[in-house]
């Protein structure tokens, strides 16, 4: 499992790194904040610490949430009960407080990581919402039998939608996944896609508007 390793202390930093390679993992050295958010699609895991140069590691999981569910497991010294509920809050998977028992900390991280592939159902290649049955493998999106041509970012768009359907996905986490960058100013970008795919899909409230946050497939 390719893991970020989140640590600007390059004692911690490098032991972890050498504790995960031993175990057939493949660990990513990061060391700031700005290092993650940027190479997360990159990574199957996140190990977060929370004492990072840039900025806090609370506000680092708090930004990463907004775009990504990639696993995060906390690993830090601060040991306060307020702590730990605050990241578990903010979307962290376990919180490990260091010194960390190694054998401890690598059950933590499979335990997250299979949960988290539990939730999303990643073999699902196949989902249908009425008559419209959309096959993300295929790339391929068919309604009442017909298939619709769909450019390729409009399909992602939709692919991304389906495979979290009923959840409200934030307009950030659709750019981050399709432009790769959720803070650039491409948010026209988005607008100009999601207007021509409702067109195609040619149904209205296949896909709803939540004002001020981003959309939600809710066929
Ligand atoms: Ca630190």
Same mark, same amino acid.
């Given at each position: 499992m *390719?893991?970020?390793v989140v640590e600007d202390d390059d004692s911690v930093g490098e032991a972890l790194v050498d504790a995960l390679s031993q175990v057939g993992h493949a660990p990513v050295r990061m060391r700031r904040g700005a290092d993650l958010l940027l190479g997360? *699609?990159?990574?199957d895991l996140v190990l977060l610490d929370l004492g990072l140069p840039d900025d806090d590691g609370m506000t680092i999981l708090r930004r990463l949430r907004g775009v990504s569910q990639v696993p995060v497991v906390v690993l830090t010294a601060r040991?306060?009960?307020r702590s730990v509920v605050r990241a578990l809050r903010a979307g962290a998977d376990d919180y490990v407080v260091k010194p960390a028992r190694l054998g401890e900390l690598r059950a933590r991280i499979e335990v997250a990581a299979r949960r988290r592939r539990d939730v999303s159902g990643a073999d699902d290649q196949v989902v249908e919402s009425g008559d419209i049955v959309v096959d993300l493998a295929a790339r391929r999106v068919d309604i009442a039998g017909v298939e619709i041509a769909l450019a390729p970012k409009e399909f992602e768009i939709?692919?991304?939608l389906v495979a979290r359907r009923g959840e409200a996905v934030s307009r950030q986490e659709l750019m981050d996944a399709i432009w790769g960058d959720a803070y650039v100013?491409?948010? *026209?970008?988005?607008d100009v896609h999601m207007t021509s795919l409702r067109a195609k899909l040619g149904r209205p409230d296949a896909i709803a508007t939540i004002r001020g946050y981003g959309y939600r497939w809710s066929c």
């Open positions: *390719r893991i970020a997360h *699609r990159e990574v040991d306060d009960e939709l692919a991304h100013a491409i948010s *026209r970008s988005l």
